[in-house]
């Protein structure tokens, strides 16, 4: 990444046998702009003076110049049109424009130690000092993929109704890219489960989670999720629509008021299951607290503070309302305390909630929910662009004495984009720059707020 206005100089060589490249293509991309395309002939004749660590002889320097004019960030991308070729690249800036924009929010190796305590404002943008390594050919701005298979125990106690299992073996696949023009995340996922109860369901969803890089502290995220079983030899589908505005205002250096606006809407097919089969239906596809508050508004308020950089604790307050969207009609508050740490590369998470629903049209009377819940994830990479992710989670409800498992692997690969598409602002990715491949060479100078 270069930031313009610049002037590059490129040096190819390439060897002087049937693998060496004849042509080298230069490609510098920036947002709204077209793209800056120079092919740089390589020399044919040797170089005396030269040779490569493996003895081979190899052709004396190729120069092009490139100047990138405009005040923003550039992408260069330089490779052979075939065969191989080794490249050097210089880059001189200009001093008197300083960068309009962050330079990436994320990347992986440097060479600075790392800062104990966490930046005062989550305005701070990434200042990353990156070492790259090797980027495979091709697919380079495909975005990041996710393969996931988890084993899981869910109950569903619906404020007083019989309790609803959610057994099942889980197998997904999810797509993330970051659409930088537009400041978008945007992130499709797809699911099958295979039920131990009942036959086997289905999820689609998709994300959008837009963040400014300018405006850190503003987020607004929308998703639609569809769910699909077969009940009763009947297929049923149900679907949601939610939307959440997210702005962060810091009090005090190192913390945050958390303001949360949401509200959902959701259909179902299915308005009414007998209590005998409902230990065979999912719970996303048919519910009967879901079907009978299938809309509704929330507000959260919440205290984030990180007196370390691997250490982020979390309280709020959530006040949740019935199918009129009118905060004096209240369905049910919750509050909840959680404590997230990153230990190497094992990120752990204990949280505690509490829960408590009004009297309603179809409650009678008021019902007090307290739960703990535990997880723990460890990070296993397998190269800069690969890594597996092997974790559990678990909750017990103090009011029924049932706890929930779940057991979770997932592989997660990208490429020229090195995870870019990972915002470590969503609750899935806390941390997830500070994961990074290969940490015993380097740490990161800034972490990402």
């Known amino acids: ?89 210089f880059a001189r800036e200009a001093l008197d424009s300083p960068p309009s924009e962050p330079p990436p929010p994320l990347a992986f190796r440097s060479l600075g130690a790392a800062p104990r305590l966490a930046p005062a404002t989550l305005e701070l943008p990434a200042a990353l000092h990156v070492e790259e390594g090797q980027v495979a050919p091709g697919y380079d701005e495909l975005g990041s993929l996710t393969g996931s298979l988890r084993v899981q125990h869910r109950t569903t106690n619906a404020v007083g109704v019989t309790e609803q299992t959610n057994n099942a073996v889980f197998a997904g696949l999810a797509y993330r890219r970051l659409l930088e023009p537009w400041h978008l995340t945007l992130k499709g996922v797809a699911e099958h489960r295979q039920r131990f109860v009942g036959s086997s369901a289905e999820w689609l969803g998709g994300e ?21 079983q077969v009940v009763d030899g009947q297929r049923a589908f149900s679907g949601q629509l939610a939307g959440m505005l997210e702005p962060v205002m810091t009090l005090v250096p190192g913390l945050h008021l958390v303001t949360k606006l949401g509200a959902w809407n959701g259909a179902y097919s299915l308005s009414h299951v007998e209590v005998s089969k409902l230990l065979e239906v999912d719970p996303n596809v048919y519910s009967r607290y879901d079907v009978s508050h299938r809309r509704g508004l929330f507000w959260e308020e919440g205290l984030e503070t990180e007196p370390f950089t691997n250490v982020v604790l979390y309280a709020n307050a959530r006040l949740t309302t019935n199918a009129s969207f009118s905060p004096l009609d209240q369905d049910h508050l919750s509050t909840t305390a959680i404590a997230r740490a990153l230990l190497g590369r094992t990120y752990v998470e204990v949280a505690a909630r509490g829960s408590a629903f009004f009297v309603d049209a179809d409650r009678p009377d008021p019902v007090l929910y307290k739960t703990l819940f535990l997880s723990a994830f460890h990070t296993l990479w397998l190269d800069e662009r690969q890594h597996l992710e092997v974790g559990f989670w ?40 500070q994961r990074g491949p290969s940490g015993e060479r380097g740490h990161l100078e800034v972490l990402a707020p």
Do not use: C
Request: no cysteine; charged share 25%.
């Open 1 to 89: 990444a270069v930031h313009g206005p610049a002037l590059l100089r490129v040096e190819a060589r390439a060897r002087l046998d049937r693998r060496g490249a004849r042509e080298a293509l230069v490609v510098a991309r920036a947002a709204s702009l077209p793209n800056e395309e120079v092919v740089v002939p390589l020399a044919e004749k040797a170089d005396g003076r030269a040779a490569l660590p493996d003895g081979g002889a190899t052709t004396a320097p190729a120069v092009a110049l490139i100047a990138l004019e405009h005040d923003v960030l550039y992408r260069v991308e330089i490779r052979p049109k075939a065969g191989e070729a080794l490249v050097r690249l």
């Open 208 to 228: 959008a989670f837009y963040m400014h890089p300018e405006w850190r502290a503003l987020r607004a995220q929308l998703t639609l999720d569809g769910y699909t």
């Open 394 to 433: 678990t909750a017990f409800h103090f009011d029924g004495n049932f706890p929930e498992v779940m057991v979770h692997l997932s592989w997660n690969g990208s490429n020229g984009r090195r995870f870019l598409d990972h915002t470590p602002l969503e609750g899935e990715d806390f941390f997830f720059p």
